[in-house]
């Protein structure tokens, strides 16, 4: 069965300048696609593009305040305007086609999960733009309009019948939008949600993602936060994956799986100072993997949210997708990189123990 790739030249006219200007360039998708023209990964009869389609503005709601639909409109028409950006806060901005490119970016992660419930495909990447996961229901923020995977984990509930869903977000900053989203639960009756969030953390974007933030009401034990310190590198990842990741999710056990990726975990990153390799997201991704293989089906959409140097962030994305489409031995890989002493010591002796102590009520695993 084929992977596949959303992606249309409509996510380039959310245009707010060239890299140089502004890091969330629509340059990131053209290196990303070059690179896999480059590989002949398109050309490959596994892997199929999938055409994005606009969500509607009712399912733009199912998270989001109806105002903020009318603010976006009306900041891309005084764009188109005064034929200027528009700054929405210090670092997000619209352009005049910003409004549509985000109908399209939300569409076509739902496009992508009807393609993978089809079975048309049987796992998808969904190359978007604006990114998502700093938006909350009220507010847009750090260069995310609307947050494609919280409508995307409701679309699941609401028009496709799915019960329990687990989100997982590894981008560099703490996908906080999401998380206050979910923070008391899923929206609707009918669905679960659990959300692993891993990120940068201290005197960091956004300043969340404290490992004692674990949701209220429905949702207290079901946002997990995985703090790292600066210099946390690929080794890291495993640790959380086996210790807290999957005995939950055997326990819970997901019938979907949505990925907030970021990149900007990579060790050159110009906004981050994590230790991550091109490959490992990668690998994190092949564990997610035996999990989807065991509860879901194998239903895994990954969507894209940051990572700013350009040709890591392809090499990057070229490796989950060898992965999603099973040639897990066919990644590009650069030299591992490992966690000073003190830093492994930090996660297996405190915040791992700690994490699960604070996740005992809920989940009998621990
Ligand atoms: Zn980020």
Redesign the pocket.
């Known amino acids: 069965m084929t992977t596949g790739i959303v992606y249309d030249d409509i996510y380039l006219a959310h245009d707010i300048g060239t890299q140089l200007q502004h890091v969330e360039s629509h340059e990131r998708l053209i290196s990303i696609m070059n690179f896999l023209k480059e590989q002949h990964l398109l050309e490959d009869p596994s892997f199929k593009i999938i055409k994005p389609r606009k969500a509607t503005l009712d399912q733009i709601i199912y998270v989001h305040r109806e105002r903020l639909i009318k603010e976006i409109q009306e900041i891309c028409e005084l764009s188109a305007k005064t034929n200027r950006l528009q700054a929405i806060d210090t670092d997000t901005v619209a352009s005049p086609k910003t409004y549509e490119a985000s109908l399209f970016s939300v569409g076509g992660n739902l496009q992508a999960i009807d393609e993978i419930l089809n079975e048309n495909v049987k796992n998808a990447f969904a190359l978007v733009r604006p990114p998502g996961h700093h938006s909350n229901s009220h507010k847009f923020a750090g260069f995310c309009i609307f947050n494609n995977i919280a409508v995307a984990a409701e679309y699941l509930f609401r028009e496709k019948g799915v019960r329990k869903l687990v989100i997982i977000d590894w ?3 703490h996908g906080n939008g999401t998380q206050d989203i979910f923070y008391q639960g899923s929206k609707s009756d009918s669905g679960e949600l659990v959300m692993f969030n891993s990120h940068q953390y201290g005197y960091f974007y956004p300043g969340t993602g404290n490992y004692n933030e674990i949701g209220i009401g429905k949702g207290e034990g079901k946002i997990i936060n995985y703090p790292m310190p600066a210099g946390s590198a690929d080794d890291v990842i495993p640790l959380f994956f086996d210790q807290i990741i999957a005995p939950i999710c055997d326990e819970f056990k997901p019938e979907f799986i949505l990925i907030s990726a ?1 990149f ?1 975990t990579h060790w050159t990153d110009q ?1 981050t100072n994590m230790g991550w390799t091109y490959q490992a997201p990668a690998n994190y991704l092949k564990k997610i993997k035996t999990i989807a293989q065991k509860y879901a089906n194998d239903r895994i959409l990954i969507t894209l ?2 990572g700013y140097e350009l040709d890591k962030q392809a090499r990057a994305v070229f490796n989950c997708l060898k992965v999603l489409n099973d040639e897990d031995d066919r990644i590009i890989q650069e030299e591992p990189r490992s966690s000073r002493v003190e830093l492994l010591d930090y996660f297996n002796y405190k915040l791992i123990p700690a994490l699960k102590e604070k996740l005992k009520p809920y989940w009998e695993c621990f």
């Open positions: 981008d560099c900053h970021g900007d906004l949210e940051g």
